[in-house]
C-alpha cells in the first residue's frame, strides 16, 4: 500500500517537474499577415486565414506561443465576422500575442495607410493624389483595437512616415535589424526611453530554415526569433521549423512572445545611438522613432519528429499583377500535416484553388485541364 502511494505520488508531481524550462536560449515566432488590398486580395485573404488557422493548430499542439502581427484590413476582416471573431478570442486565451503590422506607402505593398499630405505622398508613390482622402494611424489604431486595445508588439515596415511610426507599439520586431539579423537576440535594443526591438529572420524556405537551424544551434543563451506570412507558401517552412523546435524543446518551455521577452526582462538591454551619430555625420539627431502609443481604450474603438524535407516553395506571380511582394501562392489547407508522416503537397486535395486556376495545367488533377 505504501509503494502504491508513492507510485502515484511520483506520477503526480513528474508531470509538474517537467514544466521547468531548462538552460538554452528562448524563442519566438511572429506571423504577418497582410493588407490583401489589390484586385483579388480578397480570395487570397481568405486562403490566408485557413494557412494562419492551421499554424495555429500546429503551434498549439507543442505549446509554442505565436507572436500575430495584423495590418488593419485583417484585422477587420476577422472582427467583423462573429466566427472568426470566437477563434481570434480562443487564440488568446491559448497564449498568443496579438501585435500590429504596417507596410508603409513606400513599399510596393503599401497597406493603404498613412500620415503623409497628398502631396508627400503623390511624390513619393509616383502618382497624383490630389483629392484622395487616406486613412492615418488613428483609423489604424481604431481597427486593430478591435482584437486588442492594448497591443504592445509590432513590425512597422515605414521610413518615410514619422507620425505614423510615432504611434506604433513600443515593442518593434521585423526582419533583418542591424548586427542581429541573423535572428538571435543576445540583448534587446532599446531605443529611446520606451521603445525596445527585437530581430526575426524570415525563414520561407529551406535555405532560410537550415540558416535559422544553424544559428539557433549555435546560441547558449538569448532568444532566436523567426518569422512567417501566413500564406500556403510558407507554410512548409513553417512546420518545418516545429519540427525542429520540437526536437529542441519538445514541450515547448523555451517558447515566448515578444512581449513576454520584454516585459519579463529575459535579455538585458543594449542602447543603440541614433543612426546619423553612429554614422559618426554630424547631423542633429531627431526624435525617437518611436514613443509609446497613445492606449486605445474600448470606448474609442468603433463597436463591432524525424527531420522532415520541406517540399518546395516556389515563388508563384501575384494575382493582381502589380502587388508582387504581396504573399501569394494561396493554397487551401484545412488540417495539419501528419505528425511523423510525409509532409503533403496541397495539388490534389480536389481543390481548385486560386494559384492553380492562375497557372493552367499546373494541377490538372484539381483544376481539370
Known amino acids: 500500500m505504501v509503494l502504491r502511494k508513492l507510485v502515484l505520488a511520483l506520477t503526480l508531481l513528474l508531470p509538474a517537474a517537467s514544466y521547468a524550462a531548462g538552460p538554452g536560449p528562448y524563442y519566438f515566432i511572429a506571423v504577418q499577415n497582410g493588407a ?5 486580395g480578397g480570395e487570397q ?8 488557422k492551421g499554424m495555429i493548430k500546429l503551434a498549439d499542439q507543442q505549446n509554442v506561443k505565436l507572436t500575430l502581427l495584423f495590418t488593419a484590413q485583417y484585422a477587420l476582416y476577422i472582427a467583423t465576422d462573429t466566427a472568426r ?12 500575442e496579438i501585435g500590429a503590422y504596417h ?11 498613412t500620415d503623409l499630405g497628398p502631396e508627400a505622398l503623390g511624390r513619393l508613390r509616383k502618382e497624383d493624389r490630389a483629392g484622395k482622402v487616406t486613412p492615418t494611424h488613428r ?5 486593430l483595437a ?14 518615410a512616415d ?3 511610426l510615432a504611434a506604433a507599439p513600443p515593442y518593434e520586431v521585423c526582419d533583418g535589424l542591424g548586427a542581429q539579423k541573423s535572428g538571435a537576440n543576445d540583448y534587446v535594443i532599446a531605443a529611446g526611453k520606451d521603445k525596445r526591438r527585437l530581430n526575426a529572420f524570415h525563414a520561407a524556405d529551406k535555405a532560410g530554415i537550415e540558416a535559422a537551424e544553424n544559428a539557433f544551434s549555435a546560441m547558449e543563451l538569448g532568444a532566436y526569433g523567426a518569422a512567417f506570412k501566413s500564406s500556403p507558401s510558407e507554410f512548409g517552412a513553417f512546420y518545418a521549423w516545429l519540427e ?7 514541450q515547448g518551455l523555451r517558447s515566448r512572445t515578444v512581449a513576454n521577452i520584454v516585459d519579463l526582462k529575459l535579455l538585458p538591454e543594449k542602447a543603440r545611438l541614433p543612426v546619423n551619430a553612429a554614422r559618426g555625420k554630424g547631423k542633429k539627431a531627431g526624435p525617437p522613432l518611436l514613443t509609446p502609443p497613445q492606449a486605445v481604450t474600448q470606448a474609442e474603438a468603433p463597436a463591432g519528429a524525424p527531420k522532415q524535407e520541406i517540399p518546395r516553395l516556389q515563388k508563384v506571380p501575384s494575382l493582381s499583377g502589380s502587388a508582387s511582394r504581396v504573399p501569394s501562392g494561396m493554397h487551401d489547407i484545412i488540417q495539419a500535416p501528419v505528425r511523423g508522416g510525409p509532409l503533403r503537397g496541397y495539388c490534389g486535395d480536389g481543390i481548385c484553388d486560386a494559384v492553380e486556376r492562375a497557372r493552367p495545367g499546373r494541377c490538372p488533377r484539381d483544376c481539370g485541364h
Open 36 to 40: 490583401f488590398n489589390f484586385k483579388g
Open 45 to 52: 485573404l481568405e486562403e490566408s486565414y485557413k494557412a494562419l
Open 85 to 96: 471573431a470566437a477563434e481570434l478570442e480562443s487564440w488568446k486565451k491559448s497564449g498568443h
Open 103 to 113: 507596410q508603409g506607402p513606400e513599399t510596393r505593398a503599401w497597406d493603404g495607410y
Open 139 to 143: 483609423d489604424y489604431a481604431r481597427a
Open 146 to 159: 478591435k482584437l486588442d486595445p492594448f497591443i504592445k508588439s509590432g513590425c512597422m515596415m515605414d521610413r
Open 162 to 164: 514619422k507620425e505614423f
Open 244 to 250: 525542429f523546435l520540437r526536437r529542441r524543446d519538445p
